[in-house]
């Protein structure tokens, strides 16, 4: 972002800070598109995006004031946002993670070997398979692969050992492969 637009954006942020709705608005609009992308590879559907999202922008106008305008304030956006996305996982009783003790662990070395397969697909038909991935397998995916999380960081964050991670991680790569061979040959003989 080059120097006039950072000053544009902290005017905004200043009359957020304020309360200002239209800022709110424009600030809400600016990010909107980037944020519903990290909203939408933590759901299912677009109605459960939107509303992480909203949930997400909600937390991000509450604690605006405590941007300091050092790093960058996307970033700061976007890590509120897949918070909000963890939380709302958190929230489901109903969702085990599997326990790694319980499991073997599948040979990462056989799923990444398979990454090609992600070359003959698009972005979209990416991002639609995630989403085919059931909440916990997603969840682990996008916090590692997509936002950077480490498995330390995402066991604390929920709950869950380290090896429970992983295996979670080696598990949801090994269905996205499948979901995406399965996508590959419908596309051949379609």
């Known amino acids: 972002m ?3 637009n950072q000053d544009i954006l902290k005017n905004i942020i200043e009359q957020c800070i304020k309360e200002d709705r239209k800022a709110q608005k424009q600030l809400y609009t600016l990010y909107y598109g980037k944020m519903m992308n990290v909203c939408l590879r933590y759901t299912k559907n677009a109605d459960d995006a939107q509303d992480l999202l909203q949930d997400g922008f909600v937390k991000v106008f509450k604690h605006l004031k405590e941007y300091d305008f050092k790093g960058s304030f996307e970033g700061w956006v976007r ?3 897949v918070n909000t996305a963890i939380d709302f996982y958190r929230k489901y009783k109903d969702v085990n993670f599997v326990d790694d003790s319980d499991n073997r662990i599948l040979e990462i070395s056989k799923v ?5 397969i992600y070359s003959n697909f698009g ?4 991002m639609v398979s995630i989403q085919q991935l059931s909440p916990v397998y997603r969840t ?3 916090m590692y692969v997509l936002d950077g999380f480490s498995h330390k960081e995402i066991s604390e ?3 869950i050992s380290e090896g429970t991670s992983k295996s979670n991680l080696s598990k949801a790569k090994h269905n996205l492969q ?3 061979l399965s996508r590959a040959k419908v596309k051949q003989h379609g």
């Open 178 to 180: 499948e979901i995406l």
């Open 112 to 116: 990444e070997s398979a990454d090609s």
């Open 79 to 81: 890590r509120i946002v």
């Open 157 to 159: 964050e929920l709950n």
């Open 2 to 4: 080059n120097l006039a």
């Open 123 to 126: 972005v979209e038909e990416i």
């Open 140 to 142: 682990v995916f996008n």
